[in-house]
């Protein structure tokens, strides 16, 4: 069982957080004293040679490599893709167009925030933030009382547990939701400002674990000289369950070592009534995990550290008397808990720090736009009724469901540029009402999925600060680090 669900290594396993995996793995593959080895480096270096001209190459030439890629991994080692393996849910794909190769670029605008803008980066979202916290507290509590559930009366290996019943559905919290829902007035109004109720307070329990999360944040302004201005929107964009201004997401950062110093002293400073532990779960996402201070479960993943402080695979236990449960480890005589990784499980939920997730506000077939503290916490949102998706449907060329769209755009009162976010999709797709190719991606979808979301892209397009010379508009997030816990060590904010 521990094999099916990718939680025993082996020692040609690459380390979850590398940056360079096939690299990584030709190294340890020449290591080995057979001559079946030879083979496999000579494939992996011709794998090293396609991923080489990547970056260099045009549209077409891209193209050409990711097949010549993963036709050479199919004939070697029998590796598909994660589009052949079937659908996102079974082969735990986060993106369904994730490709075999992929590359990242690292521009040359340098954007420093300082003062009185930087202030409120910070003092804005604490009203939000106080609600997530609440909700994320009140899941965490569900969560170990229904692993508690599945567990009994016994003690039993965490591994076991994981892989017993992480697959099962987390029990979201959805009383904090049903609180802001209720202090909208009007569900028919564009906007809707919940500052009216009172936040839960961020500080609590002494004795409560710490919060950590990461918020992507977008400003909306006309131009950088109006942002300096305070004439500007602040937008709250994908919300991390841990602290990723770290590893890979600075890999272009000119001081990498001084901004993740910084990050390990505000962790370091976080109260924590237990000790904290990295478990590192197999790379499924395509996503590089991270390694935080402190202790590491390899479960399925191999450190990336020479001499990292590693607890066995059979250290930790799940003790639990059929109400409660809690997560102890052999070696350090305590209960321990997790740091978050993005792993969006039933157990993670119940063993990890309290994680953190986006507020989540539902009025039916239209929700406003909601603010807290002068954040926009949630756009505008639209669901489709049967008789929208039929009309949108039924057009038998580009041109008749162009005419379609624009009508139920039109009466439903929707801006021309919308974010369409499918059921069972971790990424929203955008939809512009006046492209053509833009909504018969968005059709093809909506003939496949049964249920969809359209949220308005904000900042609009007019709100696009950040412009090139030749005059072309970009969007910007700001990955923003937030804690409750500890006084922030010297240098944290960075």
């Known amino acids: 069982m521990g094999c099916e669900k990718g939680l025993l290594t082996h020692q040609l396993e690459v380390p979850a957080a590398t940056h360079h995996p096939v690299d990584d793995l030709a190294e340890r593959v020449a290591g080995l004293p057979c001559s079946a080895a030879r083979r496999h480096v000579e494939g992996l270096s011709a794998l090293l040679g396609l991923m080489a001209g990547y970056g260099v190459a045009d549209a077409a030439g891209k193209m050409a490599l990711q097949a010549a890629f993963a036709k050479r991994a199919n004939e070697q080692w029998g590796v598909a893709p994660p589009s052949a393996r079937g659908p996102a849910s079974e082969s735990h794909n986060f993106y369904q167009d994730r490709l075999a190769l992929r590359e990242e670029c690292g521009g040359d605008l340098r954007l420093e925030a300082g003062g009185e803008r930087a202030r409120e980066l910070v003092t804005r979202l604490e009203p939000a933030l106080a609600w997530m916290g609440?909700?994320?507290?009140?899941?965490?509590?569900?969560?170990?009382?229904?692993?508690?559930?599945?567990?009994?009366?016994?003690?039993?290996?965490?591994?076991?547990?994981?892989?017993?019943?992480?697959?099962?559905?987390?029990?979201?919290?959805?009383?904090?939701?049903?609180?802001?829902?209720?202090?909208?007035?009007?569900?028919?109004?564009?906007?809707?400002?919940?500052?009216?109720?009172?936040?839960?307070s961020l500080d609590g329990d002494a004795k409560a674990l710490p919060l950590v999360t990461s918020i992507d944040l977008l400003v909306g302004a006309r131009d950088v000289e109006a942002w300096s201005r305070g004439e500007y929107e602040l937008v709250m964009g994908d919300v991390h369950d841990t602290a990723l201004v770290w590893g890979w997401a600075l890999q272009f950062h000119e001081a990498r070592g001084r901004v993740e110093s910084a990050m390990v002293r505000a962790l370091g400073a976080l109260s924590r009534p237990v000790p904290l532990v990295t478990v590192l779960a197999s790379r499924r996402t395509g996503l590089l995990p991270s390694e935080f201070p402190g202790p590491v479960v390899e479960l399925g993943g191999v450190s990336a550290r020479a001499s990292a402080w590693r607890l066995p695979l059979d250290d930790l236990f799940v003790e639990s008397d059929g109400t409660r449960a809690r997560l102890v480890s052999k070696?350090?005589?305590?209960?321990?808990?997790?740091?978050?990784?993005?792993?969006?499980?039933?157990?993670?939920?119940?063993?990890?720090?309290?994680?953190?997730?986006?507020?989540?506000?539902?009025?039916?077939?239209?929700?406003?736009?909601?603010?807290?503290?002068?954040?926009?916490?949630?756009?505008?949102?639209?669901?489709?009724?049967?008789?929208?998706?039929?009309?949108?449907?039924?057009?038998?060329?580009?041109?008749?469901?162009?005419?379609?769209?624009?009508?139920?755009?039109?009466?439903?009162?929707?801006?021309?540029?919308?974010?369409?976010?499918?059921?069972?999709?971790?990424?929203?797709?955008?939809?512009?009402?006046?492209?053509?190719?833009?909504?018969?991606?968005?059709?093809?979808?909506?003939?496949?999925?049964?249920?969809?979301?359209?949220?308005?892209?904000?900042p609009s397009p007019d709100q696009l600060w950040l412009r090139s010379a030749s005059g072309g508009r970009h969007t910007v997030e700001l990955r923003c680090t937030l804690m409750w816990g500890s006084e922030p060590a010297a240098g944290a904010r960075e």
Request: proline share 6%; with cysteine.
């Open 331 to 458: 070696r350090l005589g305590s209960e321990v808990c997790l740091y978050n990784g993005e792993l969006d499980s039933l157990v993670h939920t119940a063993f990890s720090l309290p994680r953190i997730r986006p507020l989540r506000v539902s009025l039916g077939d239209h929700t406003p736009r909601l603010t807290l503290g002068g954040v926009v916490v949630q756009r505008e949102q639209w669901r489709l009724s049967q008789a929208e998706r039929e009309a949108l449907l039924a057009g038998r060329d580009d041109s008749a469901r162009l005419r379609a769209a624009v009508s139920v755009w039109s009466e439903r009162g929707m801006p021309d540029c919308v974010f369409a976010k499918f059921k069972d999709e971790r990424k929203p797709v955008l939809v512009d009402v006046r492209s053509p190719p833009l909504l018969r991606v968005f059709l093809n979808l909506l003939e496949q999925k049964e249920e969809v979301i359209l949220s308005e892209m904000l």
């Open 134 to 200: 609440a909700a994320a507290r009140r899941t965490r509590e569900a969560a170990r009382a229904s692993v508690a559930e599945l567990v009994g009366a016994r003690t039993v290996p965490f591994w076991k547990v994981a892989a017993a019943y992480s697959d099962r559905p987390v029990p979201l919290d959805g009383s904090v939701a049903e609180v802001l829902a209720g202090a909208v007035g009007d569900a028919s109004a564009r906007c809707a400002d919940l500052g009216s109720v009172t936040p839960p």
